[in-house]
């Protein structure tokens, strides 16, 4: 005899974040926003990448939580940006000039819950996230 399994379907929740609507925030304040959305069980699309204190922040935020919130099982995240190994120097200059001024916005960002991302592949042109 077979028993039935009842599985609850969720919906697949995007928020897409651009750099603009968060280069104005501290760094305490771009976190606070991040983990909401994804406490919210979203998985958030950031174009652009944190600095890596903002990165280090977000996981030491995540840490912290993880123990004290129910269900909450913490956050993966993975960067994609362009990879100019085989650019010329030109482009290579132009890019960190560019960098510099308006952040990098060239990279895609993904940070979603533990709980809904199983897994993310990633290569220097695509990322594959396994939903659980």
């Known amino acids: ?3 039935a399994v009842n599985r609850k379907l969720r ?17 305490v304040e771009r976190v606070k926003k991040i983990l ?9 699309l950031l174009h652009g990448r944190l600095r890596p204190e903002e990165e280090a922040r977000l996981i030491e935020d995540t840490m912290a939580m993880v123990d004290h919130i129910k269900d909450f099982k913490g956050i993966e995240l993975a960067v994609i940006e ?3 190994r085989k650019e010329g120097m030109l ?3 132009k890019y960190g000039i560019a960098r510099r001024l308006v952040g990098d916005s060239s990279a895609l960002t993904v940070i979603g819950p ?5 897994e993310i592949k990633r290569d220097p042109k695509k990322i594959e996230l396994l939903l659980g």
């Open 82 to 84: 362009p990879d100019l």
């Open 91 to 93: 482009t290579k200059v």
């Open 36 to 44: 909401s959305l994804v406490l919210g069980n979203k998985i958030v």
């Open 11 to 27: 919906g697949l929740s995007l928020q897409v974040l651009t750099y603009s609507e968060i280069k104005e925030l501290s760094i």
């Open 114 to 118: 533990a709980s809904i991302i199983k």
């Open 1 to 3: 005899m077979k028993k």
